[in-house]
């Protein structure tokens, strides 16, 4: 097996288990732990679509917006697919790596308190108070100023593949 085939399937991997499994983020809000991680956008999903003009009002933006943060949001939950697809082709693999980079480095300037305050409300879409398994998913592992490990695990998925759609196949 080659290399790029190699970090195409461990990018996808930890892309996966950064979205679905472990905590990106987590804070205190009102006396309840609010985790934000990929179930919680798939969650809200339908919400989007079926009542658009909440969630406009809520960031400002005009309905047509809301319809295409949704879809934004969709390839970002299946980018982690995209990129155990990059095996066989290298277009999939870099355009399954890009979100997860674009939305890991956004859910780590939020953590740090980085993003103007405006910018902030884009993150409700990964919010979620209820943990699918109390204490086990999402799996909370060392919190660095309340951003979690899987941020970094995200971002490095990302560049794994990166650096697997780029290098040979053979």
């Known amino acids: 097996?080659?290399?790029?085939?190699?970090?195409?399937?461990l990018a996808g991997i930890l892309t996966i288990v950064a979205t679905y499994v472990l905590s990106l983020?987590?804070?205190?809000?009102?006396?309840?732990?609010?985790?934000?991680?990929?179930?919680?956008?798939?969650?809200?999903?339908?919400?989007?679509?079926?009542?658009?003009?909440?969630?406009?009002?809520?960031?400002?933006?005009p309905t047509y917006a809301i319809y295409i943060f949704a879809v934004v949001i969709i390839f970002f939950l299946i980018s982690g697919i995209f990129q155990l697809i990059g095996v066989k082709s290298r277009v999939l693999v870099i355009?399954?790596?890009?979100?997860?980079?674009?939305?890991g480095i956004y859910i780590l300037l939020f953590g740090f308190g980085v993003l103007p305050t405006e910018l902030n409300a884009y993150s409700f879409v990964f919010w979620d108070s209820e943990?699918?398994?109390?204490?086990i998913i999402p799996l909370k592992i060392l919190e660095l100023n309340t951003v979690d490990i899987g941020t970094y695990v995200l971002i490095g998925g990302g560049f794994l593949g990166l650096i697997g759609g780029f290098a040979g196949r053979d």
């Not at 097996?1 to 399937?9: H, P, Y």
């Not at 983020?25 to 934000?36: A, I, L, W």
């Not at 355009?95 to 939305?103: H, K, Q, V």
Request: net charge negative; charged share 10%; glycine share 6%.
């Open 1 to 9: 097996m080659s290399a790029g085939k190699f970090f195409c399937i």
């Open 95 to 103: 355009l399954g790596s890009i979100l997860p980079i674009l939305i």
């Open 131 to 135: 943990p699918l398994i109390e204490g």
């Open 25 to 61: 983020f987590s804070f205190e809000f009102f006396f309840v732990t609010v985790y934000v991680w990929g179930i919680s956008s798939i969650k809200k999903i339908p919400e989007m679509f079926t009542n658009p003009d909440a969630y406009a009002t809520l960031l400002s933006l």
